[in-house]
């Protein structure tokens, strides 16, 4: 059975930094493309950044484009979001996720039908 765990999350004031982590128990995560969503309430799921396998090439959703960075840490077979410059609006659950699939359309990993696999969410809060 495929098991992803988020930990990480909190309460940060704006401007403050988080680090998430996507961590796997019963598979390798590195041959997984792994993204990173988040929900907010009345919201719906967003994608935010993925990582594929192998060279490890990653995306961003504009919103986080600079501020975010989505890494492989193999040896602890975790994915992490570095989250800096956290605004008001980044507050939310967030969620990982992780495929086998892999598909010509870049951007289709930011949508949550790529994805086959979920972690149960953090919940990430930025205020002041």
């Known amino acids: 059975q495929v098991q992803l765990v988020e930990s990480g999350g909190g309460l940060v004031q704006p401007g403050g930094s988080l680090r998430l982590s996507c961590a796997a128990s019963t598979f390798t995560l590195d041959d997984y493309v792994v993204g990173w969503f988040r929900q907010a309430p009345g919201g719906g799921r967003e994608g935010v950044s993925y990582?594929?396998?192998?060279?490890?090439?990653?995306n961003y959703a504009d919103s986080v484009k600079g501020r975010f960075t989505i890494s492989r840490d193999n040896a602890k077979n975790t994915v992490n979001l570095q989250m800096n410059s956290l605004k008001p609006e980044d507050t939310a659950v967030y969620y990982c996720?992780?495929?086998?699939?892999?598909?010509?359309?870049?951007?289709?990993?930011?949508?949550?039908?790529?994805?086959?696999?979920w972690g149960q969410g953090t919940q990430v809060t930025v205020s002041s």
């Open positions: 996720a992780a495929t086998l699939e892999q598909f010509d359309s870049s951007t289709y990993y930011f949508f949550r039908n790529a994805y086959d696999y």
């Open positions: 990582i594929k396998r192998g060279e490890g090439a990653a």
